[in-house]
């Protein structure tokens, strides 16, 4: 299944209202999972974001942040995310991924 259209948009609605990130990159990767058995469920996602809340937090904690912020998403839109959640500090020194969409 590829994602639809609006999910990218959705997913970056949800993220700036929940974390208010300085920096947010969505990569729509759906159509390199397409054909395994979980893709017809949704599409699938990397996410690149840094945010204040993310400064000493753990790996963990960033995660659920994360995904409690896009909560109904995962319903039916949203199979898989691939998360990247630094803090500031990390993220003036951490290089962009290729083909996300600033």
Known sequence: MIAAPDTVQ????????????????????SARHAGHPGASAG??????????QFRGRSVLERHRLVYAAVAPLLQGSVHA???????PEEGATAP??????P
């Open 81 to 87: 995310l691939n998360i990247r959640a630094l803090s």
């Open 10 to 29: 959705r997913l970056r609605q949800a993220l700036e209202q929940a974390l208010a990130p300085t920096h947010l990159e969505i990569l729509d990767d």
């Open 43 to 52: 599409g699938h996602y990397r996410v690149t974001l840094v945010a204040a």
């Open 96 to 101: 962009a991924r290729p083909g996300a969409q």
